[in-house]
């Protein structure tokens, strides 16, 4: 058991407390083409451009992982001196959103691509900190509902569907 700092603690009335924060950060991989299908990642697009079969979840249409995307993760972990799982799972997170056509979202959870490391942030007075990192993984990203195009609709775009 790591003892923190005395500045990390709280002192309640039933006992001390340590101050954890977590963040969950989203980046887009970069890649000319989207985590399972040849479409395009092309920023500033006309609405729905960007999108194959397979992001607008046609029936039978599989989706063919991009090698890009895992070498950009791996690279990325590299970076962090973090551990590059030699095994890696894709799972299905089930839920509805009006900008996610299959009814699901092809993400890692379980086992991700990149493992523990960290970061090392420079402080104010000189010194350095090390941030852990607890896991970095794939999965694709959803549409986006536009609301402010129709007075009593919402519309859809999906030419971020499936980005990395």
């Not at 790591?2 to 603690?9: G, H, L, N, R, V």
């Not at 973090?82 to 299959?102: G, M, T, V």
């Not at 970061?119 to 402010?148: C, F, M, P, T």
Request: glycine share 10%; net charge negative.
């Amino acid at each position: 058991m790591s003892i923190a700092p005395e500045s990390y603690i709280v002192r309640g009335a039933t006992g001390d407390w340590e101050i954890v924060v977590g963040l969950e950060v989203h980046a887009q991989v970069t890649s000319k083409a989207k985590l399972f299908s040849g479409a395009s990642t092309t920023f500033g697009s006309e609405p729905n451009d960007n999108v194959s079969l397979v992001d607008a979840a046609f029936p039978g249409m599989l989706p063919v992982i991009n090698a890009e995307c895992v070498r950009q993760a791996v690279r990325t972990g590299l970076a962090l001196g973090a551990r590059i799982n030699r095994y890696s799972r894709f799972d299905r997170k089930n839920y509805f959103y009006a900008d996610l056509p299959q009814g699901y979202q092809i993400s890692q959870f379980s086992d991700p691509i990149v493992g523990e490391g960290e970061v090392h942030v420079e402080l104010a007075n000189g010194a350095s900190k090390a941030i852990g990192i607890e896991r970095l993984h794939l999965e694709q990203d959803a549409g986006k509902s536009i609301h402010d195009q129709h007075p009593r609709m919402t519309l859809v775009d999906l030419n971020r569907s499936g980005v990395a």
